[in-house]
T-cell receptor, first 115, second 113 residues
Framework: GAGVSQSPSNKVTEKGKDVELRCDPI?????LYWYRQSLGQGLEFLIY????????KSGLPSDRFSAERTGGSVSTLTIQRTQQEDSAVYLC?????????????FGPGTRLTVL | GENVEQHPSTLSVQEGDSAVIKCTYS??????FPWYKQELGKRPQLIID?????GEKKDQRIAVTLNKTAKHFSLHITETQPEDSAVYFC????????????FGGGTRVLVKP
């Protein structure tokens, strides 16, 4: 079946602008995660959604970052007033979450460049 | 919170040799340890994982070992092939706490033909 998809694949923006990144999880997956991968670095957890529960926002680096998940499916990560240090690949992952340690399947990522 | 350290950061091996990547974690409550392979410009792909109730798991040329007492786990790739060249990430999570993964910094593996 279809995997996790993300759009856009690349986004170039000017410093100070707002951006929205979209994630479509695998159908039926109830848990959704956002991670950030800076150049040559590991992945950094940002936020986690599970069903109708309140999201775990503990990884968001500042209040300029927010995310929502509508209808338990598609998620949008919004970065307001972008800064150059926000440049990174933003990865989304989803799991069935029928067990405590379900495999996370990653999307292809959105490469964000802030000029 | 959890902290995962991964070594080495780069690893160059001759085709056919073995490669070993080591990770340590700080939170004794972590109970799930996946390994991801990321080829250049591609998404991370799960290659193997291990849960805290076992000490070793093997899948063809890939094996992972876990030492809960020492809080470290390792990835072993035998008979390396050029297509094994990629960046490998270890990760840890506490499962029931939402399964958010804490990743190591990655190991860039180059298999020389």
């Amino acid at each position: 079946g279809a995997g996790v998809s993300q759009s856009p694949s690349n986004k170039v923006t000017e410093k100070g602008k707002d951006v929205e990144l979209r994630c479509d999880p695998i159908s039926g997956h109830t848990a959704l995660y956002w991670y950030r991968q800076s150049l040559g670095q590991g992945l950094e957890f940002l936020i986690y959604f599970q069903g109708n529960s309140a999201p775990d926002k503990s990884g968001l680096p500042s209040d300029r970052f927010s995310a929502e998940r509508t209808g338990g499916s598609v998620s949008t990560l919004t970065i307001q007033r972008t800064q150059q240090e926000d440049s990174a690949v933003y990865l989304c992952a989803s799991t069935r979450n029928q067990g405590a340690t379900d495999t996370q399947y990653f999307g292809p990522g959105t490469r964000l460049t802030v000029l | 919170g959890e902290n995962v350290e991964q070594h080495p950061s780069t690893l160059s091996v001759q085709e056919g040799d073995s490669a070993v990547i080591k990770c340590t974690y700080s939170d004794s409550a972590s109970n799930y340890f996946p390994w991801y392979k990321q080829e250049l410009g591609k998404r991370p792909q799960l290659i193997i994982d291990i849960r805290s109730n076992v000490g070793e798991k093997k899948d063809q040329r890939i094996a992972v070992t876990l030492n809960k007492t020492a809080k470290h786990f390792s990835l072993h790739i035998t008979e390396t092939q050029p297509e094994d060249s990629a960046v490998y990430f270890c990760a840890a999570s506490k499962g029931a706490a939402g399964n958010k993964l804490t990743f190591g910094g990655g190991t860039r593996v180059l298999v020389k033909p």
